[in-house]
């Protein structure tokens, strides 16, 4: 896997332990974001029998995070909350080139970003909890995302060429590291 250009601070990870239900919250959006995110690159193309497959799996395994989330919403007494926009996968997009190959290829990398961000993040999670339910799901959220990572860049390598990748994803790493200095501290994913 690629290596982020920028950690997130130790702040961040005190933030969402000090409020808990607000990052649940949050997480179970972002779970149903990336299952959109899969059925949506699986129907704009139809005609790629990799990607429909791989898109059809990942959003199967995207629902059922965002039903494990709310199980854990539901037991802490909590509710959904209607979605907001995330800044950060907003910032990210408007780096998507114009271009039928440009765009799928940074619409691969910049997947496969987000997937690491958030392997990132439930991993600082994962191990400041103390041993628990939530210690084990946030272990295994964060393997998963390393897995969903991993699987976007396997992607591209299907059709774009090493050499390729590796230039655009060099950039698009500078890029998402600039974002997230920029972001607020606060209880959510990004």
Same mark, same amino acid.
């Given at each position: 896997?690629?290596?982020?250009?920028?950690?997130?601070? *130790?702040?961040?990870?005190?933030?969402?332990? *000090?409020?808990?239900?607000?990052?649940?919250? %949050?997480?179970?959006?972002?779970?149903?974001?990336?299952?959109?995110?899969?059925?949506?690159?699986?129907?704009?193309?139809?005609?790629?029998?990799?990607?429909?497959?791989?898109?059809? %799996?990942?959003?199967?395994?995207?629902?059922?995070?965002?039903r494990e989330v709310v199980k854990l919403v539901t037991k802490r007494g909590?509710?959904?909350?209607?979605?907001t926009k995330d800044a950060y996968v907003n910032a990210l997009r408007k780096?998507?080139?114009?271009?039928? %190959?440009?765009?799928?290829?940074?619409?691969?990398?910049?997947?496969?970003?987000?997937?690491?961000?958030?392997?990132?993040?439930?991993?600082?999670?994962?191990?400041?909890?103390?041993?628990?339910?939530?210690?084990?799901?946030?272990?295994?959220?964060?393997?998963?995302?390393?897995?969903?990572?991993?699987?976007?860049?396997?992607?591209?390598?299907?059709?774009? %060429?090493?050499?390729?990748?590796?230039?655009?994803?060099?950039?698009?790493?500078?890029?998402?590291?600039?974002?997230?200095?920029?972001?607020?501290?606060?209880?959510?994913?990004?």
């Amino acid at each position: 896997m690629f290596e982020l250009r920028f950690k997130t601070p *130790n702040a961040w990870t005190q933030c969402v332990l *000090n409020d808990l239900d607000t990052f649940l919250i %949050d997480h179970a959006a972002a779970e149903k974001k990336a299952s959109g995110m899969a059925m949506s690159m699986l129907s704009h193309y139809p005609d790629k029998p990799i990607i429909v497959e791989a898109m059809t %799996d990942l959003c199967i395994e995207e629902m059922m995070h965002f039903r494990e989330v709310v199980k854990l919403v539901t037991k802490r007494g909590l509710t959904l909350e209607a979605d907001t926009k995330d800044a950060y996968v907003n910032a990210l997009r408007k780096h998507h080139r114009r271009g039928t %190959d440009v765009y799928f290829l940074d619409r691969l990398l910049i997947a496969g970003i987000i997937e690491s961000r958030g392997c990132e993040r439930f991993g600082l999670i994962a191990q400041a909890l103390p041993a628990g339910e939530l210690k084990d799901f946030y272990a295994a959220i964060t393997a998963s995302e390393e897995k969903h990572s991993e699987l976007f860049i396997e992607l591209a390598s299907h059709y774009f %060429d090493k050499a390729t990748i590796d230039e655009r994803l060099d950039i698009l790493l500078d890029i998402e590291a600039d974002i997230v200095k920029t972001l607020p501290i606060q209880s959510t994913l990004h």
